[in-house]
Nanobody, 121 residues
Framework: QVQLVESGGGLVQPGGSLRLSCAAS????????MAWYRQAPGKSRELVAT???????NYADSVKGRFTISRDNAKNTMYLQMNSLKPDDTGVYYC???????????????WGQGTQVAVSS
């Protein structure tokens, strides 16, 4: 059984910062690609940033230069540093990861339950 648990969300004023964390636990053999998604009210889920096991990153145009994705492979944890936050960044942020386990050695995508980010004055 694998779990992804996000934390670090909250209410912040425009221009502020937040740091999200995503911790994976369970009978994990390997975590390959990881990603952050977000879903604003009334909108579909969108990709925010991705990071490979080796640290290669990609970002949505809307967050480039403001958000930084990183990971600590030893801790099975991924982070999202969000700076210069805007009201348009409001939404539920989800952690996503490709994880192989002792039972599913090929691997499978897993999702966290999400953490709410609200940017408002």
């Amino acid at each position: 059984q694998v779990q992804l648990v996000e934390s670090g969300g909250g209410l912040v004023q425009p221009g502020g910062s937040l740091r999200l964390s995503c911790a994976a636990s369970g009978s994990i053999r390997n975590i390959a690609d990881m990603a952050w998604y977000r879903q604003a009210p009334g909108k579909s889920r969108e990709l925010v940033a991705t990071i490979s096991r080796g640290g290669r990153t990609n970002y949505a145009d809307s967050v480039k230069g403001r958000f930084t994705i990183s990971r600590d492979n030893a801790k099975n944890t991924m982070y999202l540093q969000m700076n210069s936050l805007k009201p348009d960044d409001t939404g539920v942020y989800y952690c996503n990861a490709w994880i192989s386990t002792a039972q599913v050695t090929v691997g499978s995508w897993y999702w966290g339950q999400g953490t709410q980010v609200a940017v408002s004055s």
